[in-house]
């Protein structure tokens, strides 16, 4: 009896190399091998089935979804701005292209001493990289195969003028001639300000200089060259027509100079000197800075009271006894008295720096007139053949007259003066020949009337005054008529009695 077991249908199934016993390895067993005891086992599970098409295709499909998510944000092939292609590149990194394809290029000034060259980057030169960029992929997107190998779009060069013209200087300074600014200054000869032009300089033109970098980013050129021979003119800061605005302004405010009391230029302030008060210097922006000295205007402000001031100027007006006024003999006149003046040369200083005014308006108190009223009226005695002329009661002069005869007498009571005359011919036979019991007296003067056909006048005819002599007028020596007629208004009272 073996000592090997034999598997079921061992008879049928011979042992062969694929059937060899395997080792605890996993090696086989050659069939010389040293014999060991084998027992029976049942035979191996079969094996599971490998689904390798499936595994294969996912890889596939990830490629797949990535080129399409890739045409989307990639800028289609073949597609350039100007002279920079970008065609495969995602915006941004189109963008930094454009950026660096310009910061490469240099300027060289043929017609300077050694070509000095410039770059882009010192220029101040950009571009809208980024918009460029964008407005690539939305004109060529990598998805629309149309739009593969497009003609290039345009891209501007913008320059900073001022950065450019520094490093310009920098690189070819003699290639510049600096401008010089107009100024202004006071002219003692015509007694007002005037203006000194401005001189144009001249440099290298700016434009000129981005147009050149224009024309390299257009081409694919990373070096340009640019002749300075023809310079350009650069033009002050502060013009000729600026500093003449300003001189016509500065003129305008010398002509009205000076201290104001409303309307009236109390004190007027000679042209030198108020243009001694101002500093006229160019703002840096092409005008000029206005400043006044406070300082300066104060010794004029310390004399102004003498000037300013004025007493009032009392009025007077006539009334009858009981205040009705008759006749205004001054209308009286308001003083005036200087007011504080401790903020004016600082006020007055910032008024001309501020708006070029030079009119001044000084702050004032008024000082109000009295006004005397003085009440008059006129007393004819015929006893004692005078007249009393009364003012506020109290009699001011006293004068001996002739009044009318018996046949003519003058009338009394209470009158008033309501006409006065410079000089008439008094009598109906004056003026009617035929008159029967009158009388003509020619050219008499100074008549007051104060009753019908009767008045206060001058009598040349006769010196017999302090007698009754007159036709019921009241006859007066011609001196002490004129001062009657002008002494007593419209209106003024008269008494007369015996």
């Not at 000869?189 to 050149?212: I, K, M, Y």
């Not at 003119?233 to 502060?238: S, Y």
Request: net charge negative.
């Amino acid at each position: 009896m073996t000592d090997v077991a034999t598997r079921p249908g061992a008879e049928e199934a011979p042992i062969d190399d694929a059937t060899r016993a395997l080792d605890a390895d996993g090696e086989r067993v050659d069939a010389d091998a040293t014999t060991q005891n084998l027992e029976w086992a049942p035979a191996d599970p079969p094996r599971r089935k490998r689904h390798w098409g499936l595994w294969l295709g996912i890889p596939a499909a990830i490629v797949a979804v990535s080129l399409v998510a890739s045409s989307l944000i990639l800028i289609a092939p073949g597609t350039s701005v100007a002279s920079v292609p970008v065609g495969g590149l995602t915006p941004g990194a189109a963008a930094d292209a454009l950026a660096e394809r310009l910061a490469a290029t240099t300027v060289v000034l043929t017609s300077a001493d050694g070509s000095p060259e410039v770059s882009a980057t010192d220029l101040g030169a950009t571009l809208d990289a980024r918009a460029l960029a964008e407005r690539a992929h939305a004109e060529h997107p990598m998805w629309n195969v149309s739009t593969w190998n497009g003609d290039p779009s345009t891209a501007a060069v913008r320059i900073d003028a001022e950065a450019a013209t520094a490093a310009l200087r920098d690189a070819a300074p003699t290639l510049f001639v600096d401008p010089v600014d107009a100024t202004i200054a006071f002219d003692a000869t015509t007694a007002g300000f005037a203006a000194t032009p401005d001189v144009p300089g001249s440099g290298v033109s700016v434009e000129a200089v981005r147009l050149a970098l224009q024309s390299a980013l257009v081409s694919g050129e990373t070096r340009v060259e640019i002749d300075t021979a023809a310079a350009v003119a650069i033009p002050a800061v502060t013009s000729t027509a600026s500093a003449e605005a300003q001189v016509a302004s500065l003129n305008t405010m010398l002509d009205t100079a000076g201290f104001y009391v409303g309307e009236e230029r109390t004190v007027p302030i000679d042209r030198a000197v108020a243009a001694s008060w101002i500093t006229v210097a160019p703002a840096g922006d092409g005008t000029f800075a206005i400043t006044a000295d406070p300082a300066a205007i104060q010794p004029v402000v310390d004399g102004l009271a003498p000037l300013v001031n004025r007493a009032a100027a009392d009025g007077k007006v006539i009334t009858d006894s009981g205040g009705r006024v008759l006749r205004e003999d001054a209308p009286g006149i308001s003083g005036r008295e200087l007011g504080d003046t401790s903020t004016v040369a600082s006020d007055f200083a910032t008024q001309l720096s501020t708006t070029g005014n030079g009119s001044f308006a000084l702050p004032v108190n008024e000082v109000a007139p009295v006004i005397v009223s003085v009440a008059r009226r006129i007393e004819v005695d015929l006893g004692a053949q005078r007249t009393y002329l009364f003012e506020n009661g109290n009699v001011v002069q006293s004068y001996a007259i002739s009044s009318g005869l018996a046949g003519t007498p003058t009338p009394t009571g209470n009158f008033r003066v309501f006409a006065h005359t410079r000089i008439q011919d008094l009598g109906a036979l004056c003026y009617n020949p035929e008159a029967v019991n009158s009388y003509c007296t020619e050219d008499v003067p100074w008549l007051t009337w104060f009753a019908p056909d009767i008045a206060f006048h001058g009598a040349y005819w006769h010196n017999n005054f302090g007698n009754r002599m007159s036709h019921g007028c009241v006859n007066m020596p011609i001196n002490v008529a004129k001062f009657v007629y002008d002494w007593s208004p419209q209106g003024t009272e008269v008494w007369v009695h015996s």
